[in-house]
């Protein structure tokens, strides 16, 4: 199947500063790529969809300046978090499709721990 | 709005089948996806239904009724490493973002 490659796995950071995540299609064109996150038993929630030449569509009540995502090529997009506060501490998953949306490669995700 | 109901935790024993239920009210419907998510690591694709009825994967199973608005996995011959968090996914349209529901966490004894 398809693979997607997302890093760091793990991150930890001072409050203020800035992190970037970045997700890979490895062996296939993903012209949209979609970012999540995710608390501890919690479900999927969607931040935004990537779309590689163009803007972010990002969800309702998630910062776009905070959370910039840029899709610069078919198979990279980026997920930053500026200014990470504690409360942005959490499970960032990237996720791809291969042909259509109803099937989803996700990278392997990152947590963020921000002190 | 979008909204997914599916039980929040099973237990099963060992060997045993079990059938993960999935009810969704969506402004529209293209497929019913089902997620397989183990502690830690990333989901990972197991099943999808665009039409009613049963596909079988192995010891895993999906159906879908769209005149219920209803779908289930089915794991059969339960294996330890089946202990998971499952969630069901519907596609709304052919070009918008999967909307998920909040998870099934089983739990295999045994």
């Known amino acids: 199947g398809a693979v997607v490659s997302q890093h760091p796995s793990w991150v930890i950071c001072k409050s203020g500063t800035s992190v970037k995540i970045e997700c890979r299609s490895l062996?296939?064109?993903?012209?949209?790529m979609f970012w999540y996150r995710q608390f501890p038993k919690q479900s999927l929630m969607l931040m935004a969809t990537?779309?590689?030449?163009?803007?972010?569509?990002?969800e309702q009540g998630v910062e776009k300046d905070k959370f910039l995502i840029n899709h610069a090529s078919l198979t990279l997009s980026t997920l930053t978090v500026t200014s990470a506060h504690p409360e942005d501490s959490s499970f960032y998953i990237c996720?791809?499709?291969?042909?259509?949306?109803?099937?989803?490669?996700f990278g392997s995700g990152t947590q963020l721990s921000v002190l | 709005g979008q909204s997914l109901e599916q039980p929040s935790e099973v237990t099963a024993v060992e060997g045993a089948i079990v059938q993960i239920n999935c009810t969704y009210q969506?402004?529209?419907?293209?497929?019913l996806s089902w997620y397989q998510q183990h502690d830690g690591g990333a989901p990972t694709f197991l099943s999808y239904?665009?039409?009613?009825g049963l596909e079988e994967t192995g010891r895993f199973s999906s159906f879908l009724s769209r005149s219920d608005s209803y779908g289930y996995l089915l794991l059969q011959e339960l294996q330890m490493k089946d202990s998971a968090s499952y969630f069901c996914?519907?596609?709304?349209?052919?070009?918008?973002?999967?909307?998920f529901g909040k998870g099934t966490r089983l739990s295999v004894i045994a």
């Open positions: 996720s791809a499709a291969g042909g259509s949306n109803e099937k989803l490669f």
């Open positions: 990537s779309n590689e030449g163009s803007k972010a569509t990002y």
């Open positions: 239904n665009a039409l009613d």
């Open positions: 062996d296939f064109q993903a012209t949209t």
């Open positions: 996914a519907v596609a709304v349209s052919g070009n918008t973002p999967l909307v």
């Open positions: 969506t402004s529209g419907f293209y497929g």
